[in-house]
């Protein structure tokens, strides 16, 4: 019953260095969403992908880059990583409808850039 | 004013305790409404969806007032097991496919 998996779940970084965060669902979900989460800043939207072709920026786009590889994975590129960017990343997804289904989330990648 | 906004807490209530939350959206145009459960450092866990007529799971209820454009969640009997961050979630109405978190509502529940 795996849901939404995120893969890695821990990470750290020098800074300027590149990764890619993975994030796949079996939920047949059309829509999936990267998250930030900082302390005492509840969850901020990166990008989102409405449906497979599509991506769309969230609040917080800066420094970041996605791809919509196929209906069940959805990837979040650090080009070159910063301190700032150091949190907790969450994948989600949800049926499409217009956000009137609930998300699903994955545990979560934690990212730290030293 | 923030699109939705939750008071952050601590809520210490004791063991058995009924506690309730508020949380306020500010665009009276949106139309699904949820609460989630957040544990300490995992990820948020669907805990009900919110609808019109109000509906409750168990010891949770959870209510919606589009009048004064707020959503509560209600629980009864608290366990300690129910300390936890509860998270309101709100759909953006613009016709999007985003969601609107508030930061929270942190519960102990105390032996």
């Known amino acids: 019953n795996a849901g939404v998996t995120q893969t890695p779940k821990f990470q750290v970084l020098k800074t300027g260095q590149s990764m890619t965060l993975q994030c796949a669902q079996d939920?047949?979900?059309?829509?999936m969403y990267w998250y930030r989460q900082d302390p005492g800043m509840g969850l901020r939207l990166i990008y989102y992908s409405a449906s497979e072709g599509t991506t769309d920026k969230g609040e917080v786009p800066n420094g970041y880059n996605v791809s919509r590889l196929n209906k069940r994975e959805f990837s979040l590129r650090l080009e070159s990583a910063a301190p700032s960017q150091t949190s907790v990343y969450f994948c989600?997804?949800?049926?499409?409808?217009?956000?009137?289904?609930?998300?699903?989330f994955g545990d979560g990648t934690r990212l730290s850039i030293l | 004013r923030k699109e939705v906004e939750q008071d952050p807490g601590p809520f210490n209530v004791p063991e058995g305790a009924t506690v309730a939350f508020n949380c306020t959206y500010s665009?009276?145009?949106?139309?699904?409404f949820f609460w989630y459960r957040q544990d300490c450092r995992k990820e948020p866990k669907l805990l009900m969806s919110v609808y019109s007529s109000g509906n409750e799971d168990g010891r949770f209820t959870a209510q919606l007032n589009r009048a004064s454009q707020y959503i509560s969640l209600l629980i009864r009997d608290s366990k300690l097991s129910d300390s936890a961050t509860y998270l309101c979630v709100v759909n953006d109405a613009s016709g999007t496919y985003k969601y609107i978190f508030g930061t929270g509502t942190r519960l102990k529940v105390l032996a």
């Open positions: 665009n009276s145009a949106s139309q699904s």
């Open positions: 939920m047949n979900h059309n829509s």
């Open positions: 989600a997804s949800s049926e499409q409808s217009y956000s009137n289904q609930p998300q699903h």
